[in-house]
């Protein structure tokens, strides 16, 4: 119940939906009283008194019962649909809000597979017991104790003797509850398991192909499902042995109430009449006890939802507003960054960044190089505040990152990554992804400033051409133009450069590069790169390796230091007719 409580606010604001349906559950299952009642006048009253003039009476009674009776079960049915949808609705957005505010160190470790389940399979389970699942099982209840009241007043005694295997029959609903949770626990894993295996193989079947692991893949598919099957027939092991339990104990029942009731009318202490209503009650109380597992399936498969749901809305959110937080006004942002004394790691790492100091006044281009692993990316991530850095400081024109809004910090950066990544949408929106009103005209400048237009005007719809997620049917090299154009239309003060002209060849990356020139124009620019012609120009260079500064300064002071980078240079630029030049005035520097 303690899953029901923490999703109540979800549910509550709907609750005279839920009390409707409940309700009209409840008259339904009252209404089914009035049968026995009708069968005992029937038999003890009209057949044995041989007042047939009753019988029409009756059976138009018995239909006007049923239309009533009929008519609350359509309103239950009618309110729980609608509260179940309408919980899932405001369930399904609140997930979705949630994995939006989620931090970066969420995502480090969160399957899509696994989220996507969570997201569908698990929300159908709550809508269901919501909507229906709750009024049932309390209707089970409902029926035990009307149909009790029913007996006890037709005949205590008989009741008290029908009533001698209860006992172990709700002993053995509830030890049946207690085995099937942590089933139904192990069922939704193996589900989302699954799930995470199909969306992984989706998303990357170009490495699969290219590697030719198909048959690696199926096998690994085959285990997870294999595990899926396993928890499944463990499952309906449960089930079949605690079922015909169940079925057993409440077959008991009858067979109690027939010897012993049948002893009764023999005796003449009870009516024929009042033993076939007895007889119908007891299904009122056999039925809700051989359906209470049914119930508590139902209610088992969406506590393990809720418990699933529950876990993503009150994840922890790492990076947040502070109370005091102010929102940066774009025009008063000038984009001078510092890093003070930071060092930061990873959760359960190493730091990835040691006692690291960088001034970068607004306007000015910072070239970051260093190996595979040094911590580049790392101070990108930690500018836009990604995670939370325990030492040192970081500033934004001076005012320490961690007292503005994540959500106007962000709104000064624009990044551009190795990978891009396109929405399944036009190009258009695509370019035009990080503001809400722009303009074609600002998109085509956008476009044409980072050498995009020509290729887009290429395609058959132009701008209005639909990319597929993975950007499907554009090159890398196309895919990196738009990006940068999505990143162009932003009008940052800072921009981030992370590796993005890596999938263009160099004379494309030469012209992009020019129209960096004017793009970068009163605008802080980290440029993290492997080639050093996309840094040379940079205002200082820091070059990186385990997360601590080891070489920096401009492209020619650098070239003047033995080191990583005048190494990189050398490997790069060694057919080059400027390297003899370099080495020599080197030489003579030395
Ligand atoms: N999300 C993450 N979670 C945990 N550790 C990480 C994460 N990202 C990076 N690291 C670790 O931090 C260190 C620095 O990584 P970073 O990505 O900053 O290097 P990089 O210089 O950008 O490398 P590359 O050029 O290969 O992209 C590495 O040891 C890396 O394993």
Redesign the pocket.
Known sequence: MNVLKQLKQYYWKDRHLLFISIVCLMCSTALGLVYPHLLRFLIDDVIKKEQFEWVPYLALLVVGVVAVKASFAYIHGFTGGRLGNRVAFSLRNALYEKLQVLS?QYY?RAKTGDLMSRLTADLEGIRQFIGFGFAQLLNVFLMFIFGSIMMFTMDWKLTLVTFVTMPFLVFTALRLERRIHPEFRSIRQANSNLTTAVQENINGVRTVKSFAREPYEVEKFAVRNGEFKESNISLSHTWAKFFPMLELLSSVCVAILLTTGGMFVINGSMTLGELVAFFSFIWYIIAPMRDIGFHINNYTQSKASGERVLEILNQYVHVKDKDTAVALRHEDVKGSIRFDHVTFA??D??P?LTDFNLEAPAGSVIGLL??????????I?LILRAYNIKEGRITLDGKDIRDVTVESLRQQVALVFQETFLFSSTIRNNISYGRKDVSDEEIVRAAKLAKAHDFIMELPLGYDTIVGERGMGLSGGQKQRIAIARALIKDPKILILD?ATSAVDMETEHEIQAGFQELMKGRTTFI?AHRISSLKHADEIVV?DG?RIIQRGTHEQLLRQAGHYFETYKIQYSDHPDFAEQKEERRVAN
């Open positions: 970066f480090d990873y959760p790492k190493q990835a260093g190996g595979t692993g040094s911590g580049k990316s790392t101070v991530q590796d993290i990186l997360g």
